[in-house]
């Protein structure tokens, strides 16, 4: 297996010349756009792994995963009256779906969904994203895992996009806490750093639940995080990528893209540079030569 996926990393690795590392999140802007890990680790155990597995980089967009994962364990169904669950057909921060829906974000994977989730997170729990770094650190059994504090300082910075969106949610009485504080939690999230194999490691509460083991990690919802994987998982190329992929997926503009196979296994594969819809463009590409290989 390890061969073969070598095999991958070679034939996908120049497709991220294509792609273009995310510019709008500045300590982003400066990742080596030649970075490239491939992970997989089967539900019996076995781990393979290819480039830069334990290099950590920025989760982004995959911490929605997981914070989707606890909110629904801490909050439980009232969550539902603050998100939906339909494929948003949108950019990942569009504004202006927030503006004709006038109410609850379309699904928790899009930035205005994710920002609606952490709003509930912050509600029932007193130490949020904190909560978060504490259940990652405890999935992947690394307890070094954190949030990186200057890509933090950097969305905080730049990310008025997202607090006109929080700003907008709590206009249509969405959000209960203050915008700017919900902003702020939602971004150390996406500024949690992990390397591939602890991202890999992570989300295997998906392939088999672990019992008692973690909050996420008993899987009781994983059929449904599953469900919304496929469905909203890639943002507005989530048809493709279940058309070219045929997995429960999920991206972030760091470059990294996580699947999960029920009972069989979970892979992340990272390549910074991104496509026009903010997703790893040699990821996806070796996310789908491991499917053809594996599945
Ligand atoms: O809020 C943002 O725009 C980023 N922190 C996360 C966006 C993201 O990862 C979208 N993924 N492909």
């Known amino acids: 297996m390890e061969r073969e996926l070598i095999e991958i990393a070679e034939a996908v690795r120049p497709l991220a010349r294509q792609g273009k590392v995310a510019q709008y999140i500045p300590a982003l802007a400066r990742v080596d756009p030649e970075a490239f890990a491939l992970v997989l680790i089967t539900a019996d155990g076995k781990t393979y792994t290819v480039g830069a597995a334990d290099q950590p980089f920025s989760i982004q967009s995959i911490s929605k995963l997981f914070a989707l994962s606890l909110a629904m364990e801490l909050v439980g169904d009232p969550l539902w009256q603050k998100v939906g669950r339909e494929p948003s057909g949108m950019r990942f921060n569009s504004l202006i779906q927030l503006e004709t829906d006038k109410g609850p974000p379309r699904n928790p994977f899009i930035n205005a969904g994710a920002i609606a989730v952490t709003d509930a997170l912050l509600s029932t729990t007193s130490d949020y994203p904190g909560a978060l770094v504490d259940e990652l650190r405890h999935l992947s059994g690394a307890p070094e895992i954190a949030i990186d504090p200057e890509v933090h300082a950097s969305e905080i910075r730049t990310g008025d996009l997202n607090r006109a969106m929080a700003y907008v949610l709590r206009a249509h009485k969405v959000l209960e806490n203050d915008p700017v504080a919900v902003t702020e939690a939602y971004f150390g999230a996406c500024a949690i750093a992990m390397s591939a ?37 890639l943002y507005d190329q989530s048809g493709e990528f279940a058309f070219h992929v045929g997995l429960p997926g999920k991206s972030g503009v760091g470059g990294g893209v996580l699947v999960v196979q029920p009972d069989a296994f979970a892979a992340c594969a990272w390549s910074p540079p ?17 499917a053809r290989l594996v599945c």
């Open 274 to 290: 991104l496509d026009r819809y903010g997703n790893s463009v040699a990821g996806q590409a070796a996310l789908q030569h491991l």
């Open 197 to 233: 194999i602890q991202l890999t490691r992570a989300a295997m509460f998906l392939v088999t639940p672990q019992q008692g083991s973690a909050r996420c990690a008993e899987g009781r919802h994983a059929q449904r995080i599953r469900a919304i994987m496929r469905t909203c998982g």
